[in-house]
């Protein structure tokens, strides 16, 4: 008979063969930042106890120095009595709870709300726990135990795979029902950790749902991969509907919480549906039947999508045949579907996010105007996906009949920050144009006064000219530049000119004499004004891009407004660009 001893020093020998000790481990870090995430709770932890200390592969909110020194002495240890008991810990208040009232961790790192699963090997013995902190007492829900189960389960697996290693390494001959194991265990090990990373990376609903689908091929295969979002009084939105036929897509766009589907059963319970047959289908979800019968669907299983405040939709997988997922593949699927709420939450901030500052953006960069003399056309992107918004800007603003005022300039830096500065800098110049006409040059100093006397702070560069149709059919354009980019024409016969550079930055220097240029412009010209973000990279120095851009003006001849705009704003790469980038053309009429 083995005695507590034996099973105890069995116990210690099998966390020794995880491999694991007080250093951030990849995977068991991102079981924490799922449990938190999930959870609502500022801190959690794989917890691993030894015969003297718990350590933490995986940790996300401690406090210093915790964090970094990744265990405490068994004295701060919650985890300890998931071990001893081998059963969960839920703890409302830990100043209350006699079973922890006295331990150190209340005080010393501020354990007041507790909820600890076990994490066990392959033989049922429990190494440690993943658990959820709090610092307030909390009143721990049904849903929110079962989901944290189901992730330790998950974390048990991955556990298991270290053993099954280790044990690999130690062991030339493994019995064929312990390689089995280890060979499923490694898989759903492997597709979860893909799955972290590769989610990670999505930005929009059907990136999930793409990314998804490529990771179970080969694993789970199922025949269809659909996401679905719960919304206000039960309603279902489906956001995977471009993977089935048109007219199944249109039918479970939105449907009522009166409609029976896996999808909907799932978001709606916050539990796991598994369908294993058509029977099951058309016993559960009846409603689903006829576009299963049609699909050629045999089986479903539809985990809910956990957030906050409780689901926020579900991830339904289907197959052709009957199928009936294992516990352990049950509990991959929970895992999966964490990942897959934290990465559609991800998605919709930053399509919302995307939505404002393209708004913001537009508000600042308005229509160009339609004259009878000129034809104009302009694009902007900013420096990049994370950005959405940035220092460049372009105008144009009606003055008569005969003559139109543009503007194009480039605050230093880019983001919130140089949007904001380029939005004052924008409206600020289009009050002094429509005030009176002016010199550009005198224009560009009046405007320098009235920043300093606002207070308004930031380095940036600019180009105000006057264009003038004249009598006889051409025009005269006539600019002043603070130290922008010359602007480029391009005459009727294709000649290719750059005109006058220009002087000091705006806001770089005092008391600077400006100076106003002139130049004739025969009908049928074309000039071509832009940011140094067009052009220019670390790899690639201004004059090279100038010369670069020469090229496409001079190759393309005949190209309209809009094709050439697109071609010039392909003359660096979006993901080479490194600044924002703006090209104002006008085309000359007779």
Not at 408 to 430: E, K, N, P
Not at 464 to 491: M, N
Not at 499 to 523: D, E, K, N, Q
Request: glycine share 10%.
């Amino acid at each position: 008979m083995m005695t507590v001893g034996d099973a105890e020093g069995q116990r210690l020998a099998a966390l020794l063969r995880t491999g694991l000790g007080a250093i951030p481990d990849p995977m068991f870090d991102r079981f924490a930042a799922l449990v938190r995430t999930v959870l609502g709770v500022p801190v959690a932890l794989v917890s691993l106890v030894d015969a003297e200390r718990q350590f933490f592969p995986g940790a996300y909110g401690l406090g210093e120095p915790w964090q970094r020194r990744r265990q405490t002495p068994l004295s701060h240890s919650f985890c300890k009595h998931v071990v001893e008991t081998a059963k969960p810990l839920i703890v409302t208040d830990a100043r209350e709870d006699p079973r922890v009232r006295g331990n150190l961790a209340i005080e010393d790192l501020g354990v007041v709300g507790y909820a600890g699963m076990p994490v066990l090997d392959a033989d049922g013995r429990v190494l440690g726990s993943l658990c959820a902190i709090d610092h307030e007492p909390r009143q721990w829900t049904e849903q929110q135990t079962a989901l944290l189960a189901d992730l330790a389960a998950a974390c048990s697996d991955s556990l298991q795979l270290r053993i099954a290693s280790y044990h690999a390494e130690q062991q030339r001959q493994v019995a064929s029902e312990g390689q089995g194991r280890a060979h499923l265990v490694a898989e759903r090990s492997r597709l979860l950790l893909r799955a972290s990373a590769a989610l990670g990376a999505a930005a929009s609903s059907d990136d999930v749902v793409e990314t998804v689908r490529n990771l179970v091929i080969g694993s789970l295969d199922p025949a269809y991969v659909g996401v679905s979002w719960l919304e206000a009084g039960g309603t279902i939105q489906l956001a995977s509907g471009r993977l089935l036929p048109g007219h199944l897509a249109d039918r479970w766009a939105h449907y009522g919480g009166d409609v029976r589907t896996p999808s909907g059963l799932a978001a709606r319970t916050g539990r796991t549906v598994i369908l294993r047959d058509l029977a099951a289908v058309a016993e559960q979800t009846p409603d689903a039947l006829d576009t299963f019968a049609e699909m050629k669907w045999q089986a479903a299983v539809s985990v809910p999508l956990p957030g906050v405040h409780g689901p926020i939709g579900s991830l339904t997988f289907c197959w052709r045949q009957p199928y009936s997922p294992d516990e352990a593949e049950q509990a991959v699927l929970t895992a999966l579907s964490g990942y897959v709420a934290q990465a559609l939450l991800r998605a919709t901030e930053y399509d919302d996010r995307r939505t404002a500052a393209e708004t913001m953006q537009k508000a600042l960069l308005s229509p160009l105007p339609e004259l009878d003399h000129v034809r104009m056309t302009a694009r902007y992107v900013p420096a990049g996906r994370s950005d959405l918004v940035g220092g460049d800007w372009y105008d144009a603003v009606r003055i008569d009949d005969t003559r139109m005022a543009v503007v194009i300039g480039d605050v230093a830096g880019h983001g919130v920050t140089a949007a904001a500065t380029m939005g004052h800098y924008r409206s600020m110049l289009r009050t002094l144009l429509v005030d009176r006409y002016d010199y550009p040059s005198a224009l560009l100093q009046r405007f320098e006064r009235a920043v300093k006397a606002l207070g308004v702070e930031g380095i940036a560069t600019a180009l105000v000219a006057y264009l003038t149709a004249e009598p006889d059919g051409g025009h005269t354009l006539t600019w002043a530049s603070a130290g922008h980019l010359p602007p480029t024409v391009v005459l009727p016969d294709g000649t290719v000119t750059q005109l006058a550079l220009g002087g000091p930055l705006l806001g770089a220097l005092r008391g600077v004499t400006r100076r106003t240029h002139t130049r004739r412009l025969p009908a049928g010209s074309r000039l071509v004004l832009y940011t140094d973000g067009l052009i220019e990279t670390r790899t690639c120095p201004i004059d090279d891009g100038i010369d670069c851009l020469h090229r496409v003006l001079t190759d393309n001849p005949g190209a309209g407004l809009d094709e050439l705009a697109d071609l010039l704003m392909e003359i660096t790469p979006l993901g080479e660009r490194e600044d924002d980038a703006s090209v104002l053309l006008i085309d000359t009429l007779d």
